[in-house]
Protein backbone atom coordinates (compact mmCIF):
# COMPACT_ATOMS: atom_id res chain seq x y z
CA UNK A 1 0.00 0.00 0.00
CA UNK A 2 1.50 3.28 -1.26
CA UNK A 3 2.04 5.56 1.57
CA UNK A 4 -0.79 8.75 1.55
CA UNK A 5 1.52 11.37 3.88
CA UNK A 6 -1.52 13.56 4.65
CA UNK A 7 -1.84 16.71 7.05
CA UNK A 8 -5.53 15.72 8.45
CA UNK A 9 -7.58 12.85 9.30
CA UNK A 10 -9.77 11.77 6.66
CA UNK A 11 -11.62 9.42 8.67
CA UNK A 12 -13.42 12.18 10.12
CA UNK A 13 -15.97 14.68 9.17
CA UNK A 14 -15.75 18.28 10.17
CA UNK A 15 -18.33 18.77 11.59
CA UNK A 16 -19.08 22.65 14.09
CA UNK A 17 -15.16 23.47 13.82
CA UNK A 18 -14.43 20.13 15.21
CA UNK A 19 -13.45 16.39 13.62
CA UNK A 20 -15.86 13.81 14.48
CA UNK A 21 -15.91 10.07 13.66
CA UNK A 22 -19.41 9.33 11.52
CA UNK A 23 -21.67 8.37 13.73
CA UNK A 24 -22.16 5.05 11.87
CA UNK A 25 -18.50 4.61 12.77
CA UNK A 26 -17.84 3.24 9.21
CA UNK A 27 -15.53 4.03 6.51
CA UNK A 28 -14.78 3.89 2.37
CA UNK A 29 -11.06 2.86 0.78
CA UNK A 30 -9.37 5.37 -1.34
CA UNK A 31 -8.35 4.02 -4.18
CA UNK A 32 -5.49 5.39 -6.43
CA UNK A 33 -6.62 5.02 -9.83
CA UNK A 34 -3.20 4.95 -11.50
CA UNK A 35 -2.64 1.37 -9.42
CA UNK A 36 -5.80 -0.04 -8.51
CA UNK A 37 -4.50 0.12 -5.05
CA UNK A 38 -6.46 1.31 -1.99
CA UNK A 39 -3.99 3.96 -0.74
CA UNK A 40 -6.34 5.06 2.79
CA UNK A 41 -9.82 5.37 4.15
CA UNK A 42 -12.42 7.93 4.39
CA UNK A 43 -15.32 8.43 6.44
CA UNK A 44 -18.81 7.21 5.36
CA UNK A 45 -21.34 9.74 6.35
CA UNK A 46 -25.00 9.42 6.45
CA UNK A 47 -27.99 10.83 7.30
CA UNK A 48 -27.17 11.16 11.19
CA UNK A 49 -24.18 13.13 10.32
CA UNK A 50 -25.85 15.89 7.55
CA UNK A 51 -28.41 16.50 10.39
CA UNK A 52 -25.39 17.21 12.26
CA UNK A 53 -23.26 19.27 9.87
CA UNK A 54 -26.81 21.60 8.95
CA UNK A 55 -27.08 21.75 13.00
CA UNK A 56 -24.27 23.01 13.31
CA UNK A 57 -24.46 25.53 9.98
CA UNK A 58 -27.22 27.10 11.43
CA UNK A 59 -25.98 27.58 15.16
CA UNK A 60 -22.89 29.08 13.10
CA UNK A 61 -25.31 31.78 11.23
CA UNK A 62 -27.27 32.73 14.70
CA UNK A 63 -23.12 32.96 16.06
CA UNK A 64 -19.70 34.16 15.48
CA UNK A 65 -20.47 33.32 11.99
CA UNK A 66 -23.30 35.25 11.23
CA UNK A 67 -21.79 38.23 13.21
CA UNK A 68 -18.93 38.22 11.18
CA UNK A 69 -18.29 41.54 9.26
CA UNK A 70 -17.85 41.28 5.35
CA UNK A 71 -14.45 42.81 5.80
CA UNK A 72 -13.47 39.99 8.30
CA UNK A 73 -15.19 37.18 5.60
CA UNK A 74 -12.62 38.51 3.50
CA UNK A 75 -9.42 38.54 5.39
CA UNK A 76 -10.46 34.57 6.51
CA UNK A 77 -10.93 33.96 3.08
CA UNK A 78 -7.59 35.51 1.99
CA UNK A 79 -5.83 33.52 4.52
CA UNK A 80 -7.27 30.60 2.95
CA UNK A 81 -5.76 31.68 0.15
CA UNK A 82 -2.51 32.15 1.18
CA UNK A 83 -2.65 28.56 3.13
CA UNK A 84 -3.49 26.85 -0.36
CA UNK A 85 -0.59 28.48 -2.21
CA UNK A 86 1.57 27.10 0.81
CA UNK A 87 0.24 23.84 0.32
CA UNK A 88 -0.18 23.58 -3.50
CA UNK A 89 2.58 20.78 -3.76
CA UNK A 90 0.78 18.62 -1.18
CA UNK A 91 -2.94 19.39 -2.35
CA UNK A 92 -1.36 18.63 -6.05
CA UNK A 93 0.24 15.07 -4.97
CA UNK A 94 -3.06 14.08 -2.64
CA UNK A 95 -5.11 14.92 -5.75
CA UNK A 96 -3.34 13.29 -8.27
CA UNK A 97 -2.94 9.99 -5.56
CA UNK A 98 -6.97 10.68 -5.29
CA UNK A 99 -8.29 11.65 -8.69
CA UNK A 100 -5.50 9.86 -11.19
CA UNK A 101 -4.83 13.52 -12.66
CA UNK A 102 -1.21 14.32 -13.94
CA UNK A 103 0.21 16.25 -11.41
CA UNK A 104 0.75 19.31 -13.64
CA UNK A 105 -3.28 19.94 -13.91
CA UNK A 106 -3.39 18.92 -10.11
CA UNK A 107 -1.25 21.32 -9.13
CA UNK A 108 -3.65 23.88 -11.81
CA UNK A 109 -6.38 22.72 -9.69
CA UNK A 110 -4.56 24.18 -6.33
CA UNK A 111 -3.91 26.80 -7.81
CA UNK A 112 -7.24 27.76 -8.72
CA UNK A 113 -8.52 27.16 -5.43
CA UNK A 114 -6.37 29.96 -4.02
CA UNK A 115 -7.20 32.17 -7.04
CA UNK A 116 -11.18 31.69 -5.87
CA UNK A 117 -10.53 32.31 -2.43
CA UNK A 118 -8.58 35.46 -3.44
CA UNK A 119 -11.09 36.79 -5.57
CA UNK A 120 -13.79 36.29 -3.39
CA UNK A 121 -12.04 37.44 -0.32
CA UNK A 122 -11.26 40.45 -2.08
CA UNK A 123 -15.32 40.78 -2.99
CA UNK A 124 -16.52 39.93 0.56
CA UNK A 125 -17.47 44.22 0.94
CA UNK A 126 -17.70 45.41 -2.54
CA UNK A 127 -21.57 43.60 -3.41
CA UNK A 128 -24.06 45.98 -2.25
CA UNK A 129 -27.85 47.02 -2.42
CA UNK A 130 -29.38 49.67 -4.47
CA UNK A 131 -31.92 52.57 -3.31
CA UNK A 132 -34.54 52.88 -5.46
CA UNK A 133 -36.49 56.13 -6.37
CA UNK A 134 -39.73 55.71 -5.37
CA UNK A 135 -43.35 57.81 -3.80
CA UNK A 136 -42.69 61.00 -2.11
CA UNK A 137 -42.48 60.10 1.69
CA UNK A 138 -40.34 56.99 1.00
CA UNK A 139 -37.20 55.77 1.10
CA UNK A 140 -36.67 52.27 -0.58
CA UNK A 141 -33.37 50.27 0.08
CA UNK A 142 -32.38 46.55 -1.51
CA UNK A 143 -30.09 44.08 1.37
CA UNK A 144 -28.42 41.66 0.02
CA UNK A 145 -28.58 38.89 2.50
CA UNK A 146 -27.00 34.86 2.37
CA UNK A 147 -29.95 32.25 1.75
CA UNK A 148 -28.59 30.87 5.07
CA UNK A 149 -27.33 26.91 5.11
CA UNK A 150 -25.88 26.42 1.26
CA UNK A 151 -25.63 22.80 0.89
CA UNK A 152 -22.81 21.66 -1.73
CA UNK A 153 -22.88 18.21 -3.67
CA UNK A 154 -19.67 18.03 -5.89
CA UNK A 155 -18.52 15.23 -8.22
CA UNK A 156 -14.66 13.78 -8.43
CA UNK A 157 -13.14 15.53 -11.70
CA UNK A 158 -12.04 18.74 -10.24
CA UNK A 159 -12.58 18.43 -6.44
CA UNK A 160 -10.75 21.67 -5.73
CA UNK A 161 -11.43 24.06 -8.61
CA UNK A 162 -15.39 23.48 -7.59
CA UNK A 163 -14.94 24.04 -3.85
CA UNK A 164 -13.53 27.25 -5.07
CA UNK A 165 -16.27 28.11 -7.30
CA UNK A 166 -19.30 26.84 -5.36
CA UNK A 167 -17.89 27.14 -1.46
CA UNK A 168 -15.53 30.14 -1.18
CA UNK A 169 -18.53 32.14 -3.10
CA UNK A 170 -21.03 30.93 -0.45
CA UNK A 171 -18.71 31.66 2.41
CA UNK A 172 -18.05 34.97 0.58
CA UNK A 173 -21.49 35.76 0.92
CA UNK A 174 -21.80 34.53 4.67
CA UNK A 175 -23.44 31.69 4.23
CA UNK A 176 -22.99 28.19 6.17
CA UNK A 177 -22.02 25.56 3.65
CA UNK A 178 -21.94 22.04 4.17
CA UNK A 179 -20.14 20.59 1.60
CA UNK A 180 -20.76 16.57 0.51
CA UNK A 181 -17.08 15.31 -1.80
CA UNK A 182 -17.65 12.80 -4.22
CA UNK A 183 -17.12 9.25 -2.67
CA UNK A 184 -14.25 8.76 -5.59
CA UNK A 185 -12.41 11.84 -4.26
CA UNK A 186 -12.86 13.43 -0.77
CA UNK A 187 -9.30 14.07 0.25
CA UNK A 188 -8.70 17.73 -1.02
CA UNK A 189 -12.42 18.58 0.18
CA UNK A 190 -11.53 17.23 3.81
CA UNK A 191 -7.92 19.28 3.75
CA UNK A 192 -9.89 22.12 2.64
CA UNK A 193 -11.81 21.82 6.23
CA UNK A 194 -8.31 22.07 7.38
CA UNK A 195 -7.09 24.53 5.74
CA UNK A 196 -10.21 26.63 7.00
CA UNK A 197 -10.00 25.49 10.47
CA UNK A 198 -6.22 26.51 10.75
CA UNK A 199 -7.20 30.06 8.81
CA UNK A 200 -9.41 30.74 11.51
CA UNK A 201 -12.92 30.53 9.66
CA UNK A 202 -15.37 30.63 12.84
CA UNK A 203 -17.00 27.02 13.43
CA UNK A 204 -19.40 25.82 12.01
CA UNK A 205 -18.57 28.47 8.49
CA UNK A 206 -17.86 24.89 6.73
CA UNK A 207 -18.78 22.17 7.69
CA UNK A 208 -17.12 18.62 5.49
CA UNK A 209 -19.47 14.84 5.10
CA UNK A 210 -17.74 12.53 3.27
CA UNK A 211 -20.11 9.95 2.03
CA UNK A 212 -22.21 8.27 -0.80
CA UNK A 213 -24.27 10.00 -2.95
CA UNK A 214 -27.14 7.60 -2.06
CA UNK A 215 -26.60 8.17 1.74
CA UNK A 216 -25.02 11.67 2.61
CA UNK A 217 -26.09 13.44 -0.82
CA UNK A 218 -29.35 12.16 -0.87
CA UNK A 219 -30.11 13.59 3.09
CA UNK A 220 -28.42 16.60 2.22
CA UNK A 221 -30.73 17.19 -0.74
CA UNK A 222 -34.18 16.54 1.06
CA UNK A 223 -32.88 18.40 3.97
CA UNK A 224 -35.27 20.52 5.60
CA UNK A 225 -32.75 22.97 7.28
CA UNK A 226 -31.29 23.34 4.00
CA UNK A 227 -32.31 26.76 2.13
CA UNK A 228 -30.10 26.81 -1.12
CA UNK A 229 -28.07 23.39 -3.38
CA UNK A 230 -25.57 23.52 -5.38
CA UNK A 231 -24.59 20.62 -7.12
CA UNK A 232 -22.43 19.51 -10.11
CA UNK A 233 -22.53 16.46 -11.88
CA UNK A 234 -24.57 13.87 -13.97
CA UNK A 235 -27.80 15.17 -15.24
CA UNK A 236 -29.57 11.65 -14.03
CA UNK A 237 -28.43 12.88 -9.93
CA UNK A 238 -29.44 16.77 -11.25
CA UNK A 239 -32.81 15.62 -12.06
CA UNK A 240 -33.34 13.95 -8.26
CA UNK A 241 -31.45 17.16 -6.74
CA UNK A 242 -33.68 19.53 -8.36
CA UNK A 243 -36.87 17.20 -7.77
CA UNK A 244 -35.74 17.11 -3.59
CA UNK A 245 -35.15 20.78 -4.10
CA UNK A 246 -39.05 21.63 -5.44
CA UNK A 247 -40.24 19.81 -1.98
CA UNK A 248 -38.51 22.21 0.23
CA UNK A 249 -39.32 25.01 -2.00
CA UNK A 250 -35.49 26.19 -2.44
CA UNK A 251 -33.66 27.00 -4.87
CA UNK A 252 -30.71 24.97 -6.96
CA UNK A 253 -27.59 25.81 -8.95
CA UNK A 254 -27.05 22.51 -11.85
CA UNK A 255 -23.86 22.17 -13.61
CA UNK A 256 -24.81 18.70 -14.94
CA UNK A 257 -22.34 19.06 -18.23
CA UNK A 258 -22.24 19.25 -21.82
CA UNK A 259 -21.23 17.97 -25.55
CA UNK A 260 -19.19 21.35 -26.02
CA UNK A 261 -18.58 22.05 -29.51
CA UNK A 262 -15.69 23.69 -31.03
CA UNK A 263 -16.76 25.05 -34.44
CA UNK A 264 -13.43 25.68 -36.82
CA UNK A 265 -14.38 27.53 -40.04
CA UNK A 266 -12.17 27.56 -43.16
CA UNK A 267 -10.59 31.06 -42.65
CA UNK A 268 -9.21 29.75 -39.09
CA UNK A 269 -5.59 30.15 -37.77
CA UNK A 270 -5.16 26.32 -37.46
CA UNK A 271 -1.93 26.94 -36.28
CA UNK A 272 -3.10 28.81 -33.38
CA UNK A 273 -6.45 26.33 -33.29
CA UNK A 274 -5.00 22.80 -33.20
CA UNK A 275 -3.38 22.73 -29.39
CA UNK A 276 -6.66 24.13 -28.49
CA UNK A 277 -9.21 21.36 -30.17
CA UNK A 278 -7.41 18.27 -28.97
CA UNK A 279 -6.48 19.91 -25.07
CA UNK A 280 -9.44 20.94 -24.74
CA UNK A 281 -10.94 16.74 -25.44
CA UNK A 282 -8.01 15.29 -23.34
CA UNK A 283 -7.66 17.44 -19.93
CA UNK A 284 -7.99 15.39 -17.14
CA UNK A 285 -8.74 12.60 -19.20
CA UNK A 286 -11.88 13.72 -20.79
CA UNK A 287 -13.55 14.09 -17.31
CA UNK A 288 -14.57 17.66 -17.38
CA UNK A 289 -18.03 19.32 -17.98
CA UNK A 290 -16.77 21.70 -20.61
CA UNK A 291 -14.74 19.52 -22.77
CA UNK A 292 -14.96 20.05 -26.36
CA UNK A 293 -15.71 16.74 -27.35
CA UNK A 294 -17.15 17.71 -30.89
CA UNK A 295 -15.07 19.32 -33.33
CA UNK A 296 -16.59 20.71 -36.26
CA UNK A 297 -14.58 21.61 -39.18
CA UNK A 298 -15.66 23.21 -42.31
CA UNK A 299 -15.57 20.36 -44.90
CA UNK A 300 -12.85 22.44 -47.35
CA UNK A 301 -10.70 21.68 -44.42
CA UNK A 302 -12.05 18.70 -42.52
CA UNK A 303 -9.52 16.16 -43.73
CA UNK A 304 -6.60 18.69 -43.52
CA UNK A 305 -7.77 19.20 -39.41
CA UNK A 306 -8.66 15.45 -39.06
CA UNK A 307 -4.98 14.95 -39.85
CA UNK A 308 -3.41 17.60 -37.73
CA UNK A 309 -5.69 16.62 -34.38
CA UNK A 310 -4.86 12.62 -35.43
CA UNK A 311 -0.98 13.38 -35.16
CA UNK A 312 -1.46 14.97 -31.95
CA UNK A 313 -3.28 11.71 -30.90
CA UNK A 314 -0.93 9.58 -31.78
CA UNK A 315 1.95 11.25 -29.48
CA UNK A 316 -0.32 11.54 -26.66
CA UNK A 317 1.10 9.51 -23.86
CA UNK A 318 -1.11 8.21 -20.99
CA UNK A 319 0.13 6.63 -17.48
CA UNK A 320 0.47 7.44 -14.03
CA UNK A 321 -0.45 10.65 -12.48
CA UNK A 322 2.40 11.16 -10.73
CA UNK A 323 4.27 10.17 -13.97
CA UNK A 324 3.33 13.66 -15.27
CA UNK A 325 2.17 12.64 -18.73
CA UNK A 326 -0.06 14.16 -21.08
CA UNK A 327 -2.93 11.79 -20.02
CA UNK A 328 -3.85 9.63 -16.42
CA UNK A 329 -6.04 7.21 -15.83
CA UNK A 330 -9.76 7.37 -15.51
CA UNK A 331 -11.38 8.20 -11.98
CA UNK A 332 -12.51 4.49 -11.60
CA UNK A 333 -12.82 1.46 -13.32
CA UNK A 334 -16.76 2.06 -13.74
CA UNK A 335 -15.68 5.20 -16.00
CA UNK A 336 -13.61 3.12 -18.07
CA UNK A 337 -16.21 0.56 -18.45
CA UNK A 338 -18.73 3.70 -19.32
CA UNK A 339 -16.49 5.28 -21.53
CA UNK A 340 -15.15 1.71 -23.47
CA UNK A 341 -18.78 1.31 -24.18
CA UNK A 342 -18.95 3.87 -26.34
CA UNK A 343 -15.72 3.05 -28.22
CA UNK A 344 -17.09 -0.48 -28.05
CA UNK A 345 -20.33 0.79 -30.22
CA UNK A 346 -19.23 3.58 -32.71
CA UNK A 347 -22.15 3.43 -35.21
CA UNK A 348 -20.98 4.95 -38.28
CA UNK A 349 -17.82 5.91 -36.82
CA UNK A 350 -14.19 5.07 -37.08
CA UNK A 351 -10.97 5.95 -35.06
CA UNK A 352 -9.20 8.33 -36.76
CA UNK A 353 -5.92 7.65 -34.15
CA UNK A 354 -5.27 7.20 -30.28
CA UNK A 355 -3.05 8.04 -27.78
CA UNK A 356 -0.61 5.20 -26.32
CA UNK A 357 -0.52 3.73 -22.75
CA UNK A 358 2.66 3.78 -21.57
CA UNK A 359 4.15 0.15 -21.27
CA UNK A 360 5.19 0.61 -17.87
CA UNK A 361 1.72 1.85 -16.62
CA UNK A 362 0.62 -0.34 -13.71
CA UNK A 363 -1.93 -2.94 -14.78
CA UNK A 364 -4.72 -2.35 -12.10
CA UNK A 365 -4.59 1.08 -13.41
CA UNK A 366 -7.90 2.49 -15.40
CA UNK A 367 -6.09 3.65 -18.92
CA UNK A 368 -7.67 4.33 -21.81
CA UNK A 369 -5.56 5.06 -24.88
CA UNK A 370 -7.33 8.62 -25.93
CA UNK A 371 -9.62 8.14 -29.49
CA UNK A 372 -10.41 10.53 -32.19
CA UNK A 373 -13.29 9.27 -34.30
CA UNK A 374 -14.54 10.55 -37.80
CA UNK A 375 -16.97 9.87 -39.87
CA UNK A 376 -20.01 9.88 -37.02
CA UNK A 377 -23.00 11.72 -38.06
CA UNK A 378 -24.50 14.65 -36.05
CA UNK A 379 -27.17 12.79 -34.32
CA UNK A 380 -25.64 9.43 -33.51
CA UNK A 381 -25.11 8.49 -29.92
CA UNK A 382 -21.14 8.99 -30.32
CA UNK A 383 -22.01 13.23 -30.86
CA UNK A 384 -24.85 13.24 -28.43
CA UNK A 385 -24.18 12.49 -25.41
CA UNK A 386 -22.13 13.02 -22.53
CA UNK A 387 -18.99 10.01 -22.54
CA UNK A 388 -16.89 11.68 -20.40
CA UNK A 389 -13.61 10.12 -21.60
CA UNK A 390 -11.08 11.14 -23.61
CA UNK A 391 -12.58 10.85 -26.84
CA UNK A 392 -13.32 13.66 -29.38
CA UNK A 393 -16.11 13.08 -32.49
CA UNK A 394 -15.03 15.46 -35.82
CA UNK A 395 -17.80 15.71 -38.05
CA UNK A 396 -17.65 18.20 -40.99
CA UNK A 397 -20.46 21.04 -41.78
CA UNK A 398 -21.13 22.56 -45.45
CA UNK A 399 -21.66 26.72 -43.87
CA UNK A 400 -22.05 28.53 -41.29
CA UNK A 401 -25.73 28.05 -40.63
CA UNK A 402 -25.05 24.33 -40.71
CA UNK A 403 -22.43 24.57 -38.51
CA UNK A 404 -24.73 26.17 -35.97
CA UNK A 405 -27.89 23.84 -36.19
CA UNK A 406 -25.24 20.93 -35.73
CA UNK A 407 -23.24 22.71 -32.50
CA UNK A 408 -27.10 23.69 -31.18
CA UNK A 409 -28.60 20.02 -31.96
CA UNK A 410 -27.44 18.35 -28.55
CA UNK A 411 -29.96 18.70 -25.03
CA UNK A 412 -26.75 20.30 -23.76
CA UNK A 413 -25.46 23.55 -23.72
CA UNK A 414 -22.66 24.57 -21.94
CA UNK A 415 -19.73 25.84 -23.36
CA UNK A 416 -18.71 26.33 -27.38
CA UNK A 417 -15.93 27.49 -29.46
CA UNK A 418 -15.89 29.28 -33.11
CA UNK A 419 -12.21 29.60 -34.68
CA UNK A 420 -12.13 32.24 -37.68
CA UNK A 421 -10.55 35.59 -38.96
CA UNK A 422 -13.76 36.66 -39.21
CA UNK A 423 -14.83 39.07 -37.13
CA UNK A 424 -18.76 39.61 -38.43
CA UNK A 425 -19.04 35.39 -38.28
CA UNK A 426 -17.14 34.87 -34.77
CA UNK A 427 -20.07 37.95 -33.31
CA UNK A 428 -22.72 36.12 -35.35
CA UNK A 429 -22.60 32.82 -34.30
CA UNK A 430 -21.40 33.30 -30.64
CA UNK A 431 -24.61 35.23 -30.66
CA UNK A 432 -26.61 32.50 -32.19
CA UNK A 433 -25.24 29.27 -30.19
CA UNK A 434 -27.40 28.14 -27.23
CA UNK A 435 -25.13 27.91 -24.91
CA UNK A 436 -23.41 29.32 -20.87
CA UNK A 437 -20.02 30.54 -22.52
CA UNK A 438 -18.48 30.78 -25.82
CA UNK A 439 -14.85 31.37 -26.81
CA UNK A 440 -13.80 33.14 -29.76
CA UNK A 441 -10.60 32.29 -30.90
CA UNK A 442 -9.34 30.43 -27.95
CA UNK A 443 -11.28 27.56 -26.05
CA UNK A 444 -11.45 28.35 -22.32
CA UNK A 445 -9.33 31.44 -21.96
CA UNK A 446 -7.25 29.83 -19.32
CA UNK A 447 -10.22 29.15 -16.83
CA UNK A 448 -10.41 31.99 -15.42
CA UNK A 449 -12.02 32.27 -12.21
CA UNK A 450 -13.72 36.13 -13.18
CA UNK A 451 -16.07 34.25 -15.71
CA UNK A 452 -19.50 33.57 -15.15
CA UNK A 453 -20.40 29.90 -15.70
CA UNK A 454 -23.13 27.54 -15.82
CA UNK A 455 -25.42 26.25 -18.64
CA UNK A 456 -28.54 26.38 -20.50
CA UNK A 457 -30.72 22.78 -21.22
CA UNK A 458 -29.84 19.91 -19.42
CA UNK A 459 -26.66 21.54 -18.94
CA UNK A 460 -28.24 23.11 -16.10
CA UNK A 461 -29.11 26.13 -14.46
CA UNK A 462 -27.42 29.29 -12.23
CA UNK A 463 -24.11 30.66 -12.97
CA UNK A 464 -20.99 30.22 -10.80
CA UNK A 465 -17.80 31.70 -10.98
CA UNK A 466 -16.90 35.20 -11.11
CA UNK A 467 -19.08 38.45 -10.09
CA UNK A 468 -22.54 36.68 -10.43
CA UNK A 469 -22.34 34.03 -8.18
CA UNK A 470 -22.32 36.39 -5.43
CA UNK A 471 -26.08 37.15 -6.48
CA UNK A 472 -26.91 33.77 -6.85
CA UNK A 473 -25.76 32.81 -3.16
CA UNK A 474 -27.23 35.71 -2.17
CA UNK A 475 -31.14 36.88 -1.31
CA UNK A 476 -32.25 40.42 -2.04
CA UNK A 477 -35.00 42.19 0.11
CA UNK A 478 -36.79 44.70 -0.48
CA UNK A 479 -37.15 47.49 2.06
CA UNK A 480 -39.33 50.57 1.70
CA UNK A 481 -39.90 53.18 4.64
CA UNK A 482 -42.32 55.61 4.93
CA UNK A 483 -41.20 58.58 7.01
CA UNK A 484 -43.66 61.19 5.91
P1 LIG B 1 -22.91 11.60 -9.98
O1 LIG B 1 -23.79 12.66 -10.49
O2 LIG B 1 -23.53 10.35 -9.46
O3 LIG B 1 -21.98 12.19 -8.79
C1 LIG B 1 -21.80 13.56 -8.50
C2 LIG B 1 -22.04 13.83 -7.03
O4 LIG B 1 -23.41 13.54 -6.73
C3 LIG B 1 -21.22 12.95 -6.07
O5 LIG B 1 -20.85 13.71 -4.95
C4 LIG B 1 -22.21 11.89 -5.66
O6 LIG B 1 -21.91 11.32 -4.41
C5 LIG B 1 -23.49 12.67 -5.60
N1 LIG B 1 -24.72 11.88 -5.72
C6 LIG B 1 -24.91 10.71 -6.39
N2 LIG B 1 -26.16 10.27 -6.23
C7 LIG B 1 -26.80 11.16 -5.43
C8 LIG B 1 -28.12 11.26 -4.91
N3 LIG B 1 -29.04 10.34 -5.17
N4 LIG B 1 -28.43 12.33 -4.17
C9 LIG B 1 -27.51 13.29 -3.89
N5 LIG B 1 -26.24 13.24 -4.35
C10 LIG B 1 -25.89 12.20 -5.10
O7 LIG B 1 -21.86 11.27 -11.10
P2 LIG B 1 -20.99 9.94 -11.26
O8 LIG B 1 -21.83 8.75 -10.96
O9 LIG B 1 -19.76 10.09 -10.46
O10 LIG B 1 -20.63 9.98 -12.81
C11 LIG B 1 -21.54 9.50 -13.79
C12 LIG B 1 -21.53 10.39 -15.01
O11 LIG B 1 -21.96 11.69 -14.65
C13 LIG B 1 -20.19 10.61 -15.66
O12 LIG B 1 -19.86 9.59 -16.55
C14 LIG B 1 -20.39 11.93 -16.35
O13 LIG B 1 -21.03 11.75 -17.59
C15 LIG B 1 -21.33 12.68 -15.43
N6 LIG B 1 -20.61 13.62 -14.55
C16 LIG B 1 -20.58 14.94 -14.88
C17 LIG B 1 -19.84 15.82 -14.12
C18 LIG B 1 -19.75 17.27 -14.46
O14 LIG B 1 -18.74 17.91 -14.15
N7 LIG B 1 -20.77 17.85 -15.04
C19 LIG B 1 -19.07 15.39 -12.95
C20 LIG B 1 -19.22 13.98 -12.66
C21 LIG B 1 -19.96 13.15 -13.45
MG1 LIG C 1 -23.40 8.20 -9.59
Redesign the pocket.
Known sequence: MTKLDLFFDPTKCFIGGRWVAPIGHELLPVENPSTGETIGEIARGQAADIDAAVAAAREALAGAWGKTPAFERGRILTRMSQAVLARVDDLARIEAMDVGKPLKQARADAVALARYLEFYGGACDKIMGETIPYLDGYTVYTLREPHGVTGH?????YPMQIIGRSVTAALAMGNAAVL?????ACLTAIAFAKIAEEAGLPAGALNVVPG???EA??A??AHPGVNHIS????L??GE??QRAAAKNVIPVTL???GKSPQLVFEDADLDRALPFLVNAGIQNAGQT?SASSRILVQRSIHDQVLERMAERYRALRVGPAIDDLDVGPLVSGR?QE?VGGFLGDLGGGEIAARGEVVSGAPGGGHYLAPALVSGVRPDDRLAQD?I?GPVQVVIPFDDEAEAVAIANGTEFGLVAGVWSRDGGRTMRVAKAIRTGQVFLNNYGAGGGVELPFGGVGKSGHGREKGFEALYGFSVLKTVAAWHG
Open positions: IIPWNKPAEELGEGALTFTGSAVLIELGCQIEF
